[in-house]
């Protein structure tokens, strides 16, 4: 069975310029996190869907952060525009109902110049 | 409000000696918890998980955790360290509304 498949493994930008990143959950997990993993910290929880409603988006900086569940299977995140504080790395996670744990993707590297 | 507080951002161990990394939780609840390890350039991978069933649970790799709630503690050990076990632990804590919140991790460094 597939894991979580994130893309792009790594990305490059100038600052003030837009950047998506896109997950794929295993199937038929209805729970998905995108998640920010600052170095040398644990992961934060960006935004968590239930099928295709965000249930929980309050750490979520809506000022320049979106994202989208369409269908309740793949998600993007969006930041536009990105900046300098933005580099890190983004780890999406899905987990089954009734599932207690998540099963993590290996994460987008964000590098912003 | 749920919280995760890993003891010591680094810790060293010589390989064969026993490897102790420290987690206390805060919760008003009865939590899982979970241990997770990642590995450089790579996401989390699950080590092992409590769910309210057995305290003393046995994970992947030959690590186990002991559930104490007297302490709110989610120790991780393992008898003997090997050199692969060189990586990045979080301990983390999901809420009844599943939740998941990471302690900021400890830094596992293996000494030959």
């Known amino acids: 069975e597939a894991g979580v498949v994130q893309s792009p493994r790594y990305k490059i930008i100038e600052k003030k310029q837009p950047v998506a990143f896109w997950c794929n959950p295993i199937?038929?997990?209805?729970?998905l996190y995108w998640y920010l993993q600052n170095l040398g910290q644990g992961p934060e929880l960006l935004i968590r869907?239930?099928?295709?409603?965000?249930?929980?988006d309050s750490q979520l900086p809506k000022d320049r952060f979106s994202a989208e569940r369409l269908k309740g299977v793949d998600s993007t995140l969006k930041i536009q525009p990105a900046e300098l504080g933005d580099s890190a790395v983004y780890l999406c996670?899905?987990?089954?109902?009734?599932?207690?744990?998540?099963?993590f993707g290996q994460g987008t590297r964000l590098t912003v110049v | 409000a749920q919280s995760v507080t890993q003891l010591g951002s680094h810790v060293s161990v010589s390989e064969g000696a026993l490897v102790l990394l420290r987690c206390n939780y805060s919760?008003?609840?009865?939590?899982?918890l979970f241990w997770y390890v990642q590995y450089p350039n790579q996401g989390l991978q699950l080590l092992l998980k409590?769910?309210?069933?057995?305290?003393l649970v046995k994970g992947i790799n030959g690590f186990e955790a002991e559930f104490k709630k007297s302490e709110t503690s989610f120790h991780l050990t393992k008898p003997s360290a090997h050199m692969s076990d060189a990586a990045e632990y979080f301990c983390?804590?999901?809420?009844?509304?599943?939740?998941?919140?990471f302690g900021k991790g400890t830094r596992l460094h293996i000494l030959p």
């Open positions: 869907y239930e099928n295709e409603e965000a249930v929980d």
């Open positions: 409590y769910t309210s069933a057995a305290t």
């Open positions: 919760s008003s609840v009865p939590p899982y």
């Open positions: 199937s038929g997990h209805n729970t």
């Open positions: 996670a899905s987990s089954d109902r009734g599932e207690t744990e998540a099963f």
């Open positions: 983390a804590v999901m809420s009844r509304d599943d939740k998941i919140i």
